[in-house]
């Protein structure tokens, strides 16, 4: 059974004969909740006119309702919550009411009860009503019409003289022609200046057959040049035409155009036009809204931004009263709660402009944004504590859950969100500080929040990393131009010593795959891919799209990162040790090279996810494990030929200048047994250069321990020999490159006999990587290389495999006879 409104109603459970009727207005209503009976208190609150006497109910008080009220559902005259309800009247003003319910016999006796000093909003000008049912074809004025008449002087005849016959032919007509014209205006001009605004609509019944016509007229002061009377039918939602000239015309056609609500507010705050799209952000007709002050579409408790009263003398609210009289002062109210006409609130953004009607007094034009969704959204965010500190947007946990919301909803596939991330941000905090950069970020917080698209939500997820989400890309003109307005919002022009600089953003955008389950964690990542992929490929302020080949390279590399991370941690990593030899092959050492087993990908080479371990912070993980194995496994290395040989660990992420590298080294090492002279650390010449003196003393005192370090691949990136002796390592491993072409190449010739002798000159030694053949090894042996590394004598091994040679002494240099 259909219940009227959503507030709980009052019931009183035990039936109720309709006998005599209450004294408070009532109706009663149907099963289906359709008012059958009235009793005369509710048609003088819901002014309608009463209905002829012979059809007064047998039951005392109750009469049949009339013609405009009987079988209408009570929920279209009354909206709202039971306790909290508004009666709407025939001239679309409002009364507040209170909505109490009885089971009647048949139905439901619903109390209408007026509530007492709240909003009961006068129409501003008088207005009368008039209906035309179509089947009697019978005509009838209420008494409001009919004292208006009087009052202006227009005859009150029946029939085709009367000057509602007009509208009725031009409605019928168009009832023939056409499907469901929706309303007919006029205007009739009468004495004094001033006109009577005609506004008839056709009520339809359940059928769908038009059953009546309904007018309301209304006395408006007549404009100065005011145009012949209008007598048209209207197009169902087209546009309302009342200006005859040009600029007149595109005007209205352009306010009929804004998707937004547009008003046009005479001097005294009276709505003289408005378009669709105010009319639907107000859910009434522009009949009812014409002559509304608008301090009566001002929800209560508003106050404006000015500390007064909510209406001054005036009788404007505070939203309008701060116009300036003059158009170049246009003003924006933020957030105004406005009246719909079920008594529900509908915040919008104002944009005011005063404009000089033709007589010269002013207008006000306004434009009216629906903000409430948005308002909704930050409030959500606020109540929950889910804003970043600084700029106060939602942060990404808020941003996530905002976008799962909206990925549940219907519009899923209309998501977008955009990723921007500043260019060279770092550079104005370390040129102009941390608290320029702060009010950077602040500044360009308000900047999109004020300029966004309504339905765009701005949200700061990292340093200087925004992130834009759009319930729904095609009311903004889809996700390129979605990107484009991000990227100009975020383009700043600063002030660096005086000078202005451009600053550039990178953009990326991310929707749901039409199909599949995207979860917002996953968009906001695929959007962020988008961004960096721009920022890779492009040198600044581009805009990148998430396209399936960005979107799945990136996922495969996190996929990638995910299993390393849980590899390392679960030591599903082996190692390999390649075994170092002396000129006369005995093995002096080896190096522990780290390998990952996958269980789909076969074996992997560190070339290939080394890197990604790089990405993903997770050296200084693989740095510890392999220090750690390679040093338990080397601890039961056997001798051979009189030695036990010492175990090279590679470190990247474990470095010198880490402050707690000494302690780390200090209990890997011990716990494994090792002696700590049968420990190599291999560095490349970057993390060797420049270190710090804590860093220095810590590897001083691994080095006092029997701990030697090596410079890894040296010849390559910026080695100089000249830098050699600055640099604090006892052994130089002379990388591959120059190795190669030693026997052939003299330029490489020479860089080897440089580098030995060099290296010799300052007491360290030195080891050759990546020795391949005979005539390689000899060579190098001549230029008193001590030590070689390289396929020639053996591939990187098993643990097994290098006890076994160790213990069989089977690792020969081939040409130790020589
Ligand atoms: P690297 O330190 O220069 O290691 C020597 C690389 O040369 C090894 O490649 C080894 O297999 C290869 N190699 C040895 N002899 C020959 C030869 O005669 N010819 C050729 N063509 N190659 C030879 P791998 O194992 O693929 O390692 C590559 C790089 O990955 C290493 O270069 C090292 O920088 C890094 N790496 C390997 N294991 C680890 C580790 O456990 N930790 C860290 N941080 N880095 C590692
Ligand atoms: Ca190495
Ligand atoms: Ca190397």
Wanted: net charge negative; glycine share 10%.
């Amino acid at each position: 059974r259909p219940l009227v409104g959503v507030g709980g109603p009052e019931r009183v459970d035990a039936p109720a004969p309709p006998d005599a009727a209450p004294t408070e207005p009532a109706v009663l209503c149907d099963r289906e909740g359709r008012i059958t009976r009235v009793n005369d208190a509710f048609l003088a609150l819901a002014s309608r006119p009463p209905a002829g006497p012979g059809q007064t109910s047998p039951a005392a008080g109750w009469r049949a309702a009339p013609g405009g009220l009987d079988r209408v559902p009570l929920r279209e005259l009354v909206h709202g919550p039971d306790p909290d309800a508004r009666l709407v009247r025939p001239d679309g003003s409002l009364v507040a009411v209170r909505l109490v319910r009885r089971i009647a016999c048949a139905g439901e006796l619903c109390l209408v009860l007026p509530q007492r000093g709240q909003l009961d909003l006068p129409s501003a000008a008088p207005v009368g009503t008039w209906t035309f049912d179509l089947a009697a074809a019978a005509l009838r004025r209420d008494a409001a019409l009919e004292e208006l008449y009087r009052a202006v002087g227009v005859p009150t005849g029946q029939g085709p003289t009367a000057v509602e016959a007009q509208q009725v032919a031009a409605l019928s007509q168009a009832l023939r022609a056409q499907a469901r014209p929706a309303e007919h205006r006029m205007e009739l001009a009468v004495a004094g200046s001033q006109a009577l605004d005609y506004a008839t609509y056709v009520e339809y019944a359940d059928d769908g057959t038009a059953h009546r016509l309904v007018g309301t007229v209304r006395l408006v002061a007549a404009a100065p040049r005011r145009p012949r009377p209008q007598n048209r039918v209207r197009q169902p939602a087209g546009p309302t035409r009342r200006f005859t000239d040009q600029a007149a015309q595109r005007f209205a056609d352009l306010m009929a155009a804004v998707p937004g609500g547009v008003g046009l507010l005479d001097r005294a705050g009276r709505v003289i036009d408005a378009n669709a799209g105010l009319c639907e952000l107000l859910d009434v007709r522009l009949e009812m809204l014409r002559g509304r002050t608008a301090a009566s579409l001002t929800a209560d408790g508003f106050t404006g931004q000015d500390p007064e009263p909510d209406t001054g003398a005036d009788g404007l609210p505070g939203w309008l009263r701060r116009a300036a009289t003059s158009p170049d002062h246009p003003y924006r109210a933020d957030a105004v709660p406005l009246l719909r006409i079920d008594g529900t609130t509908v915040w919008c953004e104002l944009a005011v402009t005063a404009t000089p009607a033709d007589d010269g007094s002013p207008l006000w034009l306004v434009v009216f944004t629906d903000v409430t969704e948005r308002r909704r959204a930050a409030e959500l965010l606020r109540s929950a504590g889910i804003v970043d500190e600084l700029t106060r947007l939602p942060n990404r946990a808020a941003t996530i859950e905002l976008v799962d919301r909206l990925l549940a909803g219907p519009g899923r596939d209309r998501v977008a969100v955009v990723c921007g991330d500043l260019d060279d941000f770092s550079r104005v905090n370390s040129s102009l500080g941390h608290e320029a950069g702060d009010d950077l970020l602040v500044t360009l917080a308000g900047r999109l929040q004020r300029e966004l698209p309504v339905g765009c939500t701005a949200a700061r997820l990292s340093g200087d990393e925004f992130m834009v989400i759009c319930a729904d890309h095609s009311e903004v003109g889809g996700p390129d131009i979605l990107a484009r307005t991000v990227a100009d919002l975020l383009r700043p022009t600063i002030t660096v010593h005086g000078r202005p600089v451009q600053m550039t953003a990178s953009v990326g955008v991310a929707q749901p795959v039409p199909a599949g389950e995207v979860r917002a964690a996953d968009l906001l990542r695929f959007a962020e891919v988008a961004m960096q992929d721009v920022k890779r490929r492009q040198r600044r302020g581009g805009i990148g799209m998430a396209t399936d080949g960005v979107v799945s390279s990136a996922t495969k590399a996190l996929e990638l990162e995910a299993e390393l991370r849980s590899t390392i941690a679960g030591g599903g990593l082996t190692l390999l040790y390649q075994p170092v030899v002396g000129p006369d092959g005995t093995v002096l050492s080896a190096e522990a090279l780290v390998r990952w087993p996958h269980p789909e990908r076969g074996m992997i080479s560190p070339g290939e996810f080394l890197p990604v371990a790089q990405r993903s912070g997770l050296l200084r993980d693989l740095d510890m494990w392999v220090l750690r194995t390679a040093a338990e496994e080397a601890a039961t290395w056997p001798m051979a030929r009189g030695i036990r040989p010492a175990v090279a660990v590679n470190l990247a992420g474990l470095l010198p200048g880490d402050t707690d590298f000494l302690d780390v080294v200090t209990g890997i090492v011990d716990d494994s047994g090792l002696p700590w002279d049968r420990l190599v650390l291999e560095l490349v010449e970057t993390s060797l250069v420049a270190l710090p003196p804590h860093a220095l003393a810590a590897m001083d005192t691994l080095v006092k321990r029997g701990v030697r370090f090596a410079v890894d691949d040296f010849g390559t990136g910026y080695s100089s020999l000249a830098r050699l002796k600055e640099l604090p390592a006892q052994t130089i491993k002379i990388d591959r490159a120059f190795v190669t072409g030693v026997g052939e190449d003299r330029a490489d010739f020479a860089v080897a006999r440089a580098v030995v002798d060099m290296a010799a000159a300052m007491n360290r030694t030195t080891v050759a990587e990546g020795v391949e053949t005979g005539e390689q090894f000899l060579v190098l042996r001549r230029l008193g290389v001590d030590a070689f590394q390289g396929y020639f004598f053996a591939k990187p091994l098993t643990p097994d495999e290098l006890h076994a040679k160790l213990r069989t002494s089977e690792v020969v240099a081939p040409a130790a006879g020589l």
